[in-house]
C-alpha cells in the first residue's frame, strides 16, 4: 500500500477463519491501522485488491455494510442524546430486542450493566470522560450485529479495570460467531485474542 509516494504495507496474505480472531501487531507506523482501512474499505490499494467477506473491500451496497462492524478512529456519537439513547437506537435499529426475545429497553438496561456505563448512562456525550467515551464505541461497535468486527486499539485511554472489560467484549463477540481483526499494541489483548497473528514491520524509507 501507497501513501503519496511511500510504500507503507508490503504485500499481506492473511487467512482468518470464520469465527476466529487476528490480532495486528507492530511497531508505531508499522501499517496496522492502513491495513484495517484497506480491509474495511475506505482506503483503496494503489495495486492489487482486497475482498472481504467474499465482495470486495470498497463494496458500498448496504448488505455488505451490515455485514461489518468497523471502530477506527473516532466515533460519530449524536451531542444531543444521551448514552442510554445511543443504547436505545442501537437495540431498536438492529432490532436487538426482537433478536433476544426481550425487549429493547431491556437490553438497554443489560448492556449499561455489564459494561459498567449505567453510572453515565443519562450523560451526553460530550459529558463522557475520554475512557468512558472509548467503552461507549467499544460497546456500540461489539454489540451491533455483524460477521466481521474491525477495532483499531481497543485500549484507547483505558485503564486496566476497562482494559479488562474490553478484552471480554471482544471475547464475547467472538463467542457469539464474529470473526474479529484487532489491531493493539496491548500484550494482554494480543495474549487473550490471537487465534492468529500477524506482526507487521515498519517499511525502510
Ligand atoms: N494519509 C497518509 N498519507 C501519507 N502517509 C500516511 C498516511 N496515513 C498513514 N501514513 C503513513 O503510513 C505509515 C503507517 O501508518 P499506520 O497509521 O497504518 O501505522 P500504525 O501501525 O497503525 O501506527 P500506530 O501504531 O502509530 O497507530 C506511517 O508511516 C504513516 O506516517
Redesign the pocket.
Known sequence: MV??T?Q?LGPVTVTVPTGTSLVVA??????????LALVAGTLLPRTGSVETLGRPAHETRVTARERLSVLTGGFGAYRELTVRDHFRLMSAGWRLGAQAGTSDDAVVGDLLDRTELASVGDQLPHELSSGESQMLSLVSACFRPSDLLLVD?PEQRLDARWRAQAVELLRDARTSGRTLVV?T?DPTFREALADVELV?E?RAR
Open positions: 501513501h503519496g511511500v507503507v507492530g511497531t508505531n507506523g508499522s501499517g496496522k491501522s492502513t491495513l486499539e489491531a499494541h507487521l515498519p
